[in-house]
T-cell receptor, first 112, second 110 residues
Framework: DSGVTQTPKHLITATGQRVTLRCSPRSGDLSVYWYQQSLDQGLQFLIQYYNGEERAKGNILERFSAQQFPDLHSELNLSSLELGDSALYFC???????????FGQGTRLTVV | GQSLEQPSEVTAVEGAIVQINCTYQTSGFYGLSWYQQHDGGAPTFLSYNALDGLEETGRFSSFLSRSDSYGYLLLQELQMKDSASYFCAVRSGSNYQLIWGAGTKLIIKP
């Protein structure tokens, strides 16, 4: 158990809909990262938050947004969903020393 | 642009040794990490090299040459449970933004 909790584990929704994925980082970790992994692909970095503030942005679509709350949990919002958004979405957290990232078990999103 | 290259697939025999290479081109470099991911599972951290040389952790070792922008993961005494995808990732900035390779699928045959 990495200590990072992601909910829900699975999500099936229709095209055009909006969903929210939730992540609770390891206790004490200030950094949260979101990744997208499509079938048999590598990890695509979406966005990073540090102590409530956006720190780095990757290949995140404008239809996607995220935030980190004062209790350090984070949410990734995906809107106007398309079939191609079907993927595993991982959240990871790390401490201020930043040498190791701990991943949650992911949310498998299926858009039909 | 920034990129990491690693082989897409490697096949080895149970009990043997296998090396997975990673070359990188990034604007900054703080360290090279390796992660293991089983099918359907989450990536798990294996190693982190910030300085040149070999780091050994049990059956796994990781090597870095910063002058060559190159590293490798060495797995010894392969077991069937080592069948997984292995990702190299470069920490390119102080904020731990990671740039990931596409992953190497390790297939182990009995």
């Amino acid at each position: 158990d990495s200590g990072v909790t992601q909910t829900p584990k699975h999500l099936i929704t229709a095209t055009g809909q909006r969903v929210t994925l939730r992540c609770s980082p390891r206790s004490g970790d200030l950094s949260v990262y979101w990744y997208q992994q499509s079938l048999d692909q590598g990890l695509q970095f979406l966005i990073q938050y540090y102590n409530g503030e956006e720190r780095a942005k990757g290949n995140i679509l404008e239809r996607f947004s995220a935030q980190q709350f004062p209790d350090l949990h984070s949410e990734l919002n995906l809107s106007s969903l398309e079939l191609g958004d079907s993927a595993l979405y991982f959240c990871a957290s790390s401490s201020s020393q930043n040498t190791e990232a701990f991943f949650g078990q992911g949310t498998r999103l299926t858009v039909v | 642009g920034q990129s990491l290259e690693q082989p897409s697939e490697v096949t080895a025999v149970e009990g043997a040794i296998v090396q997975i290479n990673c070359t990188y081109q990034t604007s900054g470099f703080y360290g090279l990490s390796w992660y293991q991911q089983h099918d359907g599972g989450a990536p798990t951290f294996l190693s982190y090299n910030a300085l040149d040389g070999l780091e050994e952790t049990g059956r796994f070792s990781s090597f870095l040459s910063r002058s060559d922008s190159y590293g490798y993961l060495l797995l010894q005494e392969l077991q069937m449970k080592d069948s997984a995808s292995y990702f190299c990732a470069v920490r390119s900035g102080s904020n731990y933004q990671l740039i990931w390779g596409a992953g190497t699928k390790l297939i182990i045959k009995p």
